[in-house]
């Protein structure tokens, strides 16, 4: 180990920045950050310096340094772009016994600044001995979606409960079991979401509960998955995926997903078929109910966002009424995934005003639109599980008063490498996409804003090349990583949420 890290109490230490550079700025500001008096010298200072000195953080001196700078000073940092200069400054301080570090070598002076994760009170920093910056930065990066933007949270209740902890848990081990299931479990969740009542109680009661029972209610996380890509997912669900003890998952959470789900979790599959219900909504509310009431995590994973057109409220609705902890995480719901995928904005100052999600469900065989409400120009009309009615949806939004020209797109398995878009009109788009073969999950997207995707069009998959777009192949890219076989992959993720694969397709070639 060349180095030794320490944190350092500088609260009220003369501090000196030579350079006002944006490396000077930065350095002062975090010296600044951490208590210390910080004065920077400089012939010039650059915009975020002489805004740090505008708001009285740091006092700046405008001119060359001089030997007498370093008087009273216990920390000094070189930060010139001037490299002999910032040698000559370390070894200046180093003969005064000052503390002394070079921005332009890591190497030398007393110390080096480290790449930092700030949780406060929770603080991690990597340091590579000056090899590489880059690569400090790099592993930080990582470091950020591992440790929750609220982690001072957790911290805050653990330095609050630990005197009482320390006081009934006299063993180490004990301690340390202990504090890791509050770590991994709901009472840390309730801290990150900012419920800190509730976890203080649970945290106490966790302890009341050390000598008998442990912790007898579980939580449920509604989690949305996204439409697909695994590269979509949020860092909470990332987090919570890690955590569950079961995960309920339905249909159109994609094997690239699930195959991210902690290995040892017990996984139920709750999808549903028009026929066959895997298991019936109200079944699954109680199940949820039941899981959590073991005192199990457990992470209801659903695809898409769980509030848009998920049935979500309706799960938590019961949760609410049993009085069992739950949080709900969003997701990128299918038709912001789609979108992006297929170079297709949603809004747009020339085209489009307002955007609509509509299902397309049928209920007796017919679209049960609002039509003269969707069949408005100058809005982008997204359908949700519109690929058995798209005919019916089409002509009646045409006979709706829209254009029959009106641009219109397909979306078959947005976001996943075998995405493929088919575009047309009102008019066309039910005769392009009947030959086509198309496998659910499909979302269809109506409106002037479907032409931008001849320009915008950005995403290629090995497989599918991207269907009606224009252009040669610009960038590979395939995320979805497939577990499973080829089977499975059609049961769990290749229909539409109410609709069984075999119903569409039935129904597609019976309109042909
Ligand atoms: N909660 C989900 C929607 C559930 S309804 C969400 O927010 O996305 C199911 C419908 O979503 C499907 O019938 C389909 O229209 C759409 N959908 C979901 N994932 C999709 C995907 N990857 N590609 C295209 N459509 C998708």
Not at 480 to 500: C, I, K, M, V, Y
């Amino acid at each position: 180990m060349e180095q030794l890290p320490v944190f350092l109490n500088l609260r009220g230490w003369p501090c000196l920045v030579v350079g006002a550079g944006q490396v000077g700025a930065g350095k002062a500001e975090l010296l600044a950050a951490a208590g210390g008096r910080v004065r920077v010298v400089a012939p010039e200072a650059c915009a975020s310096a002489a805004e740090l000195a505008r708001d009285g953080l740091v006092e700046l001196r405008r001119g060359r340094f001089e030997e007498s700078d370093l008087e009273g000073a216990r920390l000094v940092i070189a930060a010139t772009d001037d490299r002999d200069l910032n040698r000559w400054i370390v070894e200046l301080a180093e003969a005064r016994g000052i503390l002394a570090n070079s921005a332009s070598d890591a190497r030398s002076g007393h110390f080096s600044m480290p790449a930092i994760v700030d949780r406060s009170p929770v603080l991690a920093a990597v340091a590579t001995g000056g090899a590489s910056p880059s690569l400090a930065r790099y592993v930080r990066a990582r470091l950020e979606t591992l440790i929750p933007r609220s982690f001072g949270r957790l911290a805050e209740l653990a330095r609050d409960a630990r005197p009482e902890v320390n006081a009934r848990l006299p063993r180490i081990s004990d301690r340390r079991a202990f504090w890791d299931r509050v770590f991994e479990g709901p009472i840390a969740e309730m801290a990150f979401a900012g419920r800190m009542e509730e976890a203080r109680a649970a945290l106490a009661a966790a302890l009341e509960a050390e000598d008998g029972e442990r912790d007898p209610t579980g939580e449920v996380y509604l989690v949305g998955a996204g439409p697909g890509d695994p590269d979509l997912l949020t860092f909470r669900a990332m987090r919570l995926m890690q955590q569950a003890d079961v995960v309920v998952h339905d249909r159109l959470v994609s094997p690239g997903v699930l195959a991210l789900v902690r290995r040892d979790a017990e996984k139920i599959y709750a999808g549903k078929r028009r026929d066959e219900h895997a298991i019936r909504q109200p079944d699954i509310n109680r199940l949820l109910v039941r899981l959590a009431r073991e005192g199990r995590r457990v992470l209801r994973l659903k695809g898409g966002d769980p509030f848009v057109f998920g049935r979500g409220g309706e799960e938590i609705a019961t949760l609410a009424d049993e009085r069992i902890p739950f949080q709900v995480v969003p997701g990128v719901t299918a038709a912001a995934g789609c979108a992006a995928y297929a170079g297709i904005p949603l809004t747009h100052r020339d085209h489009a005003h307002a955007c609509t999600f509509v299902t397309g469900n049928l209920k007796n065989g017919r679209a049960a639109l609002d039509w003269p409400a969707v069949a408005r120009p100058g809005q982008t009309i997204v359908v949700y599980m519109g690929l058995v009615g798209l005919r019916e949806i089409c002509e009646g939004l045409a006979e709706h008063g829209l254009d029959p020209g009106t641009p219109a797109a397909l979306v078959e398995q947005g976001t996943t490498e075998r995405q493929r878009v088919i575009e047309g009109t009102l008019a066309t788009l039910a005769d392009r996409v009947d030959g086509a073969g198309v496998e659910p999950p499909t979302l269809v997207i109506v409106g002037d804003v479907v032409r931008l995707r001849g320009k915008l069009d950005w995403f290629r998959t090995d497989a599918a090349g991207g269907g009606g777009g224009g252009g040669p192949p610009r960038r590979a890219h395939a995320t979805l990583a497939h577990t499973g076989s080829g089977a499975e992959r059609g049961r769990d993720f290749g229909s539409e949420s109410t609709h069984s694969a075999g119903d569409a397709g039935r129904k597609l070639s019976d309109s042909t």
